[in-house]
């Protein structure tokens, strides 16, 4: 336990620290070693904000993994857009403190590997607070919105293979710590994104491409899940994100048929497996769906038959990890799997009216004729 002079020590230290970083942001702030109380001023007063300031005012910067964009800045709503980072906030968000400590090279590699980023306007942080308490704040992944992980899943389900690495907090108006002339961006380092980006994933052609037009229908159905705030979309959501960046398949493909049942399951337990290949048939004809509605229903039903061996512990289950398609053409389940979740997703986000899959049975499925799936 530290005594009275150990704590006036350390104060000390801290202070002197605190008092480094602040010529060193003003030099290279103001290119000049000549000192102007003024300018100095402008730099001093960023970080007492903090410690006096009712509210403090931040934007979050969420950098896109590995996707290739073509525009500068699409808005997606009045708080949130894609937007190109340019030299200064790349610098600024590589800066950050946590890349060595938490992060390999790998890693760190992968994090570079953003020329975009989600950003989102209108947060504010309840002061005043001390740096630690900042510090806490700014670097724990639990307390960002849930706004994020919307966004992330609304790219999957216009197929677009990413994730991301850091949440940066970028105050407005104030400083946590100054870094000479970059941003004073503080960053929360996570593992959001598919395990085999580690592994030279960077260095391929056929990484995620994503248009001007593509970011504005991510917009659209991005909107749509803001609007539903549905208990079922939150699992949806949760369980979508999580079997993109599961390492083992087996997990993915239960994640995905969760995310399914959360969105069209009903209080019968009968046939719940045959049921839920109908419906996922008769949303695909919804949404123009590349299958056919019968193939699409063979193919849910093949990754229930998957699902069954994972969970109990089938000694075929090797033999089960691809869905036959006729004779010539067979696919792995978690590609599958993943594909319909998010299929699914963006139809009854498109055709709100079909949340109730009973409406699925009585308005799609009667109407369409099921004897054409069950074929």
């Known amino acids: 336990m530290l005594d009275d002079g150990d704590h006036s020590e350390m104060l000390a230290a801290q202070a002197c620290v605190w008092l480094g970083h602040l010529i060193d942001s003003y030099i290279h702030t103001f290119n000049s070693f000549d000192f102007d109380e003024e300018k100095a001023t402008t730099l001093y007063v960023q970080v007492e904000a903090p410690l006096f300031a009712q509210s403090l005012e931040v934007g979050l910067i969420i950098p896109i993994l590995l996707v290739e964009c073509d525009f500068d800045t699409v808005h997606l709503s009045d708080r949130a857009a894609i937007a190109k980072l340019t030299e200064k906030q790349q610098l600024s968000r590589m800066a ?147 079997a993109a960046i599961r390492e083992e398949e087996e997990d993915a ?48 039903k093949s990754i229930y038959s998957y699902r069954s061996t994972i969970v109990h512990g089938s000694a075929k289950k090797k033999n089960g990890r691809e869905i036959a398609l006729g004779t010539a053409i067979k696919l792995e389940p978690v590609v599958a799997a993943e594909e319909y979740a998010r299929m699914v997703l963006k139809a009854l986000l498109l055709h709100p009216e079909f949340r109730d899959p009973r409406r699925i049975d009585t308005e799609l499925l009667l109407a369409a004729k099921t004897d054409t799936f069950e074929s």
């Open 253 to 300: 493909v239960i994640d995905a048929t969760i995310a399914l049942e959360a969105l069209l399951s009903d209080s019968s337990t009968q046939e719940m497996t045959h049921k839920l290949a109908l419906r996922v048939a008769a949303l695909s004809r919804l949404v123009g769906f590349v299958k056919e509605p019968a193939e699409v229903f063979r193919e849910v």
């Open 96 to 242: 950050s403190d946590t890349w060595d400590y938490d992060a390999s090279v790998p890693q760190r590699i992968v994090a570079g590997a953003a020329t975009h980023a989600l950003v989102l306007a209108g947060y504010q942080i309840k002061g005043p607070a001390t740096y630690r308490d900042l510090l806490n704040v700014l670097t724990s992944p639990q307390a960002f919105p849930v706004v994020i992980d919307e966004f992330f899943c609304s790219l999957r389900m216009a197929s677009v293979d990413t994730g991301y690495s850091q949440i940066i907090t970028a105050p407005i108006g104030w400083a946590a710590k100054l870094r000479g002339n970059l941003h004073s961006w503080m960053s929360a380092f996570v593992r959001r994104y598919p395990a085999r980006f580690d592994n030279w994933h960077w260095t391929r052609s056929d990484i995620s491409r994503l248009s001007q037009q593509g970011a504005a229908d991510v917009g659209k159905m991005f909107q749509a899940l803001r609007r539903a705030n549905r208990k079922e979309d939150g699992i949806a959501i949760a369980r979508i994100n999580r």
